[in-house]
């Protein structure tokens, strides 16, 4: 069992695909989680293809699932005796308004709510790691995000680019309010913008959203420039104390206005608990 172990959501395509390669390069024994058991099939044989002596395991899970989420968890916990870091990165834009078995809109449910219920859910095991990192794949999208608390859902006037926006910045507040309440424990949690990646975030999308998409799509970044971010804060020895921050090219910035307020991450935090049917957390946990 490698020294170091790290787990990857969304891995089994773009932007997580190659963020689990470069954690693997890098040394750690990773688990990648996909949502077909195909497709993890697939990115495992492509991992031993292409990282001599690199160690991965595959996990199948719906993170649009509470339920599918939880049994993750305790897969994980079975098969790992530690977990370094957590990655979540995965994530959809959809172009129809839907609701999960939860009864919540998927977007926010798997965008915003999965890192919450993935990272609360193996939180002890990174405790027991520490140091450890928790690290949260957003958007520089969430600058335009609000949150609609009075319609989580948009069930009324639903928008692709809107509510994705507002998953992105939840993921923004909830990465600040995680930092606050792992403070002392040897556990960060860290936000970033990984770019505007031609990956197939948005494959499953029709309409005028889907076609504008696959425009543009040419001239984006590769997945392998989107990583990069993602493995400096997991990875680098400079961002080993950092907590609580959002990063773009592998640097610090200041997230939007609504990122920073503390009243509103807080509100965010407890509205969340409650969709996941969870109590809050310590130390310093704000009940």
């Known amino acids: 069992m490698p020294d170091r172990i790290a787990l990857v959501t969304g891995a089994t395509s773009g932007i997580g695909t190659e963020t689990a390669l470069g954690l693997a390069r890098a040394g750690y024994r990773v688990g990648i989680v996909g949502r077909d058991a195909g497709r993890v099939r697939e990115t495992i044989k492509r991992f031993r293809e292409e990282v001599s002596r690199g160690e991965v395991d595959g996990f199948t899970a719906d993170l649009s699932s509470q339920s599918e989420i939880r049994r993750l968890a305790a897969e994980v916990r079975v098969r790992y005796p530690r977990l370094d870091v957590l ?8 172009d129809r308004y839907a609701v999960t078995g939860d009864g919540i809109e998927r977007t926010w449910a798997l965008d915003h709510l999965a890192y919450m219920q993935v990272s609360l859910e ?24 609000r949150i609609a608390f009075d319609d989580i859902g948009h069930t009324q006037g639903y928008s692709p680019v809107t509510v994705y926006s507002q998953a992105k910045l939840g993921n923004v ?24 990646i031609a990956s197939g975030f948005a494959a499953g999308t029709g309409g005028w959203f889907g076609l504008g998409w ?32 959002y990063f773009v090219r592998s640097q610090p910035v200041a997230t939007s206005a609504r990122g920073r307020d503390v009243a509103l ?19 310093g946990a704000t009940r």
């Open 265 to 283: 991450q807080e509100r965010v935090w407890a509205m969340s608990l409650s969709q996941l049917g969870r109590s809050d957390i310590g130390p």
């Open 87 to 94: 990655v979540n990165n995965a994530g959809a834009i959809f």
């Open 214 to 245: 696959r425009l543009i799509r040419p001239f984006m970044a590769d997945p392998v420039s989107g990583a990069a971010t993602s493995i400096h804060v997991a990875t680098a020895p400079e961002t080993a104390d950092t907590t609580g921050l």
């Open 122 to 145: 193996l939180l002890d095991l990174l405790k027991a790691s520490a140091p450890a990192r928790i690290v949260n794949v957003a958007s520089a999208a969430h600058r335009r995000g």
């Open 173 to 196: 507040l909830f990465s600040a309010a995680l930092a606050r309440r792992l403070a002392g424990t040897g556990v960060t949690s860290n936000a970033l913008h990984p770019g505007v």
